[in-house]
Nanobody
Framework: QVQLVESGGGLVQAGGSLRLSCVFS????????MGWFRQAPGKEREFVAS?????GNPVYADSVKGRFTISRVNTVYLQMNSLRPEDTAVYYC?????????????????????WGQGTQVTVSS
């Protein structure tokens, strides 16, 4: 069974940076596409970024493009720069079995079968 554990969240001032990590275990990491999602209080969970099982084709939400970077090397990371108060949310890591799939990794919540417990990111103004 796939298990995902996020870390790296915290409190940061606007304009600051954080790097989130998601440790994957239970199956072969290189067979899974990975995504980051977030959920702010009172709002629905939304897509942030995803990266394919092969490590290529990163995809970003328009709201974070140019500020956030997703990467993977045994662990999946989300480097968040130029943080804004509106980035405040619980950030979730997600995994999807995708070995052999081509094209960009998915953006929809329903496309991911495995989820972590989340890590809180709070950006103060």
């Amino acid at each position: 069974q796939v298990q995902l554990v996020e870390s790296g969240g915290g409190l940061v001032q606007a304009g600051g940076s954080l790097r989130l990590s998601c440790v994957f275990s239970g199956r072969t990491f290189s067979s899974y596409s990975m995504g980051w999602f977030r959920q702010a209080p009172g709002k629905e969970r939304e897509f942030v970024a995803s990266i394919s099982w092969s490590g290529g084709n990163p995809v970003y939400a328009d709201s974070v493009k140019g500020r956030f970077t997703i990467s993977r090397v045994n662990t999946v990371y989300l480097q968040m720069n130029s943080l804004r108060p509106e980035d405040t949310a619980v950030y979730y890591c997600a995994a999807r079995y995708a070995l052999g799939e081509v094209g960009t990794p998915p953006r929809r919540l329903d496309d991911y079968a495995y989820w972590g417990q989340g890590t809180q990111v709070t950006v103060s103004s």
